[in-house]
């Protein structure tokens, strides 16, 4: 029979089964946010690896070796992405030590698990598929760390076969992988909350205190196996990532493109950065002590009471001759230390006698420079 | 990163009156500066205490 001729009747009941879709979820089935690297609020040109975010939005990037490298934005991309994320080594490290490592890793939040039911015996098997692309080809390995109650990390060996050629790779990972019970136990469970769940991982080189077994859960440090090439022993080596997606059951479905209002919005979740220029007006102010004092609209619900940085030439624009002074030391103030989910932050500055004057009403933070023109940015940080 | 240096800061509580830590000053080497509410889910308050408990960093009290 021709496909064009095969309507829902002549497909048979029993032949597409509930068992057979039920772990599949349909919709938002990537439990990676920004997966297709489509979200760059911090920087998009190379940045030095810091043990922390960077570039990319919800990606950070380990690194404690006696190299260095960077990560930025690339168009080198497999079919149907805009952007891949390239790490390329600056210093070279030709032997790893022990203790030393370089990985890139996203933390997934605790409350967005609950479905793989870890830590009973209905625990789910997860399918990691991603592409890559390096000039160093070899074995390479990706590792889930588990953090609540105990923590859990089981790695898993890949290779990168062909040099410079992006290439498709899908992982499976049980919950008793290498005969293990520790998912499947009490102490396998993730709490139903706003911290850490899980950490996915990418390793570009482990030291040996680190080495594990490869598909195989332990409760010790094992992020990697001693399979695992060194990617920091050349200046040459390249490493890119996109289309990364971590979903529930057996097999590695087609990746879940979402809009970029869609995963902008994941990402603000954990960070929000608003860049402004010249006379932008970002918020509204009031006069609360000798403080200027600021109610500063968020586009998402944040994760967690967030962290605040400023970038220079940030002024209060106190009256309605257009007067400015500046402003230094925002930070979000007078929430809970639980207060989570909140969609507007109150934000204090330092104290500033004339932004708090009587005569003198704090209207709202503006940007400014002398020379005509400045672009700045307030960036809030709730990331895991 | 590095942490370069950890201070309190304070702002007078609008209820009771009174003056207390609100958030803490964090500076990188390199200068990257945050301030950090004292919130056990905040990431950068987390690896301040950590390095309080691990005796590599002091938190200086308020001006």
Redesign the interface.
């Known amino acids: 029979m021709a496909l064009s001729t095969i309507g829902t009747n002549q497909i048979a009941s029993e032949a597409v089964t509930v068992p057979k879709v039920a772990d599949q979820v349909l919709s938002s089935k990537n439990l990676i946010i920004n997966g297709d690297m489509q979200c760059w609020q911090r920087a998009t040109a190379a940045t030095a690896a810091?043990?922390?975010y960077a570039t990319v939005d919800r990606w950070a990037f380990g690194e404690s070796t006696d190299g260095a490298y960077t990560s930025e934005q690339s168009t080198d991309t497999p079919t149907g992405t805009g952007f891949s994320v390239k790490a390329q080594v600056t210093t070279a490290d030709t032997s790893i030590a022990a203790a030393q490592f370089a990985y890139i890793y996203q933390e997934i939040e605790a409350q967005n698990l609950q479905p793989l039911q870890y830590g009973t015996s209905s625990a789910k098997t997860l399918t990691l598929s991603f592409w890559v692309k390096s000039n160093k080809t070899g074995t390479y390995t990706i590792n889930l760390v588990k953090r609540d109650s105990t923590a859990y990390l089981i790695p898993v060996e890949y290779t990168i076969s062909s040099a410079n050629t992006w290439e498709k790779k899908t992982i499976t990972i049980t919950p008793t992988a290498g005969s293990t019970s520790l998912i499947t136990a009490s102490a396998g469970a993730i709490a139903n909350d706003?911290?850490h769940g899980i950490q996915l991982g990418f390793g570009l080189a482990w030291g040996s205190d680190y080495h594990g077994t490869s598909n195989t859960w332990s409760a010790s440090s094992h992020y990697g196996t001693s399979n695992q090439v060194n990617w920091m022993d050349s200046t040459s080596n390249n490493f890119y990532l996109s289309q990364v997606q971590l979903e529930v059951g057996d097999t590695a479905t087609p990746f879940e493109h979402r809009s970029f209002g869609d995963e902008l919005a994941r990402c603000q979740r954990y960070l929000y950065r608003r860049d402004f220029n010249i006379y932008d007006v970002v918020c509204q102010g009031a006069a609360?002590?000798n403080?200027g004092s600021y109610c500063l609209h968020l586009p998402v619900s944040m994760?967690?009471?967030?962290?605040?940085?400023q970038g220079s030439g940030i002024y209060c624009w106190y009256n309605q001759a257009g007067s400015i002074t500046t402003q230094t030391?925002?930070?979000?103030?007078?929430?809970g230390?639980?207060d989570?989910n909140m969609t507007q932050a109150f934000i204090?500055a330092?104290d500033n006698s004339t932004a708090a004057s009587a005569t003198n009403y704090p209207l709202g933070l503006t940007s400014y420079n002398s020379s005509g023109s400045n672009s700045t940015f307030i960036q809030l940080?709730?990331?895991? | 990163m590095s942490i370069k240096s950890a201070q309190y800061k304070s702002d007078t509580n609008l209820v009771s009156k009174k003056t207390e830590n609100t958030h803490i000053e964090l500076i990188y080497e390199g200068g990257e500066k945050w301030q950090v509410p004292l919130s056990e889910n905040n990431r950068h308050y987390a690896e301040i205490q950590r390095q309080v408990s691990a005796g590599t960093l002091t938190i200086e009290d308020a001006d």
């Open positions: 810091n043990n922390s706003n911290g609360l002590g403080k994760r967690a009471k967030p962290s605040c940085s030391g925002l930070a979000v103030s007078y929430m230390n639980n989570t204090r330092d940080d709730a990331e895991l």
